[in-house]
């Protein structure tokens, strides 16, 4: 459905990707994680022919993407932070604007516009809109052809978890319903949630891609256990038979409180890999 | 041309809530009717609001509005949004210049009504404001492609319309200011629009109006070239 083979992308001297390849099958969320600069938003703009990229190639729908006809565009909802809304218009005429440029029905407005949550607020200005409120319209103008693919770059960003878990259960619908969904994030605990598969990305080069819990798995070693002693002290141990001593001298004073273990998340393992933080 | 629709269909609606743009469609017209009817002068040339305030009109809506339209939505990134939906720069160009273009007749429509014209010379007034219009339209694109945001759209389009819009109302007072003006088309067309008829107009002004397309044009294609829309 989406793939991406030995892509790299260069602006002048600068290489901002390099060797960037996967395949996305029909249904799947995936889920490209990296920091602010590593290349996200470069990758989502080849994937949908808004740029060439320096060499390798990007295809949807098994057509290259600086080729798709208008008919495939209409499979593809994108919704990026770039792609501006008309603020003087109304949540319903800016859908509008985009429902006569796809010959769809005027009746799917108000059911897209339902979809996202927004039904309430058809005729408010979209300036008068808070972020969350915008980001549906967003959302809803990337839903408005019933697309089979999105391309969301960073969804959630700047928004209250309440909103953000709104918009996840967006997502996972379109996902039921069919939908093969390619998104970017710097939330570990969105694409944990959401993706069947991610990728993460550091300076224009994925180091690791695969399911969130396969990921982990391959860091098993970073696994800890972790002991909160009745004076308040925290001590953790590598999760390695090596610890056990330790841990039942602990255990036989009975100063311990409790004792748990760590499992890595994608944020401990990017850390691993990069030495900095996924969001910092 | 669904797309060219959808575009000019934005434009309407955007416009209605657009107090800058609607200001420039309306402001002049009004003026027109306004001053028609409140001021009466003995000696004062007939239709002579009317022809001082379309030539003000001509060389300052079309300028700002497509200026102003073509860079905000560059720099809202609405006009991306409608690229990525299938509209090319041309559809987008001739729905927002469209649009334009209409909305600026129509503001010329009201002027000529409320000015004392026989048929004939409303057809010609219209076909005058209609090539102004046109002309005015283009540099103002060219200064929205060639701007990086809206602020600095208005800071080069504001000179520009002081001197397509005020040069020939001065020229009147000054032989030294009309002999300036009178390498620019505003001028021309006001020359045209106070008595002339197309068998009067003189070689020269044929000549100074063909300039002035030409270079309208080649501006537009230079600064296109080098921007793109985008």
């Known amino acids: 459905m989406i793939s991406a083979e030995h892509i790299k992308k260069t602006f002048g001297d600068r290489e901002v990707l390099r060797d960037i390849s996967f395949r996305i099958p029909r249904g799947e969320i995936f889920g490209l994680l990296g920091p602010s600069g590593a290349g996200k938003t470069t990758l989502i703009k080849i994937l949908t022919g808004q740029l060439a990229a320096t060499s390798g190639q990007a295809s949807i729908l098994d057509t290259r993407a600086e080729k798709l006809t208008m008919s495939q565009r209409r499979e593809i909802g994108i919704m990026m932070d770039e792609f501006g809304l008309y603020g003087r218009l109304s949540c319903y005429d800016n859908l509008k604007v985009f429902a006569l440029l796809y010959g769809i029905d005027r009746r799917e407005i108000r059911k897209t516009l339902a979809a996202v949550g927004l039904s309430g607020s058809e005729k408010a200005p979209v300036e008068k809109l808070s972020k969350g409120m915008k980001n549906r319209l967003r959302l809803a103008r990337a839903f408005l052809t019933n697309p089979r693919i999105l391309f969301l770059d960073e969804p959630t960003a700047g928004l209250d978890p309440a909103t953000a878990e709104e918009i996840h259960a967006l997502l996972l619908e379109r996902k039921r319903l069919g939908a093969t969904v390619f998104l970017t994030t710097h939330n570990m605990t969105e694409a944990e949630k959401l993706c069947d598969r991610i990728a993460l990305l550091d300076k224009g080069h994925i180091l690791e891609s695969g399911s969130p819990q396969e990921v982990c798995r391959r860091y098993n070693r970073l696994k800890q256990i972790l002991v909160h002693l009745s004076d308040e002290r925290d001590i953790s141990f590598p999760a390695v038979p090596a610890s056990a001593p330790e841990i039942s001298a602990l255990l036989a004073e009975g100063t311990v409180e409790t004792i748990h273990s760590s499992e890595p998340n994608l944020e401990s393992v990017f850390m691993e890999l990069t030495g900095s933080k996924l969001n910092g | ?230």
Request: glycine share 8%; hydrophobic share 55%.
């Open chain 2, 1 to 230: 041309m669904r797309n060219i629709a959808a575009v000019f269909y934005k434009q309407i609606k955007d416009t209605l809530k657009n107090k800058t743009v609607l200001i420039q469609f309306l402001m002049f017209p009004v003026m027109t009717v306004v001053m028609n009817n409140a001021m009466k002068i003995e000696n004062m040339p007939e239709n002579f609001f009317t022809e001082l305030f379309s030539v003000m009109y001509l060389g300052m809506a079309p300028l700002v509005s497509s200026a102003s339209i073509v860079s905000e939505e560059k720099e809202k990134g609405t006009l991306r949004a409608l690229f990525m939906a299938g509209v090319k720069p041309s559809e987008y160009l001739l729905g927002a210049g469209g649009y334009i273009w209409a909305g600026c007749m129509a503001g010329s429509l009201i002027m000529v009504f409320f000015g004392n014209y026989t048929a004939g010379r409303i057809l010609f007034f219209l076909l005058i404001m209609a090539l102004g219009i046109f002309f005015s339209l283009i540099f103002g694109t060219c200064i929205g492609i060639a701007s990086r945001s809206q602020m600095a759209a208005v800071s080069l389009s504001v000179p520009l319309m002081m001197v397509l819009s005020f040069l020939p109302m001065l020229a009147m007072f000054n032989h030294t200011v009309e002999i300036v003006a009178n390498f620019i088309y505003t001028q021309q067309l006001q020359v045209l629009l106070s008595g002339g008829t197309c068998g009067m107009i003189k070689t020269e002004s044929w000549l100074i109006l063909a300039g002035n397309g030409f270079l309208a044009l080649f501006l537009f294609a230079f600064i296109y070239k080098k921007n793109g829309l985008e």
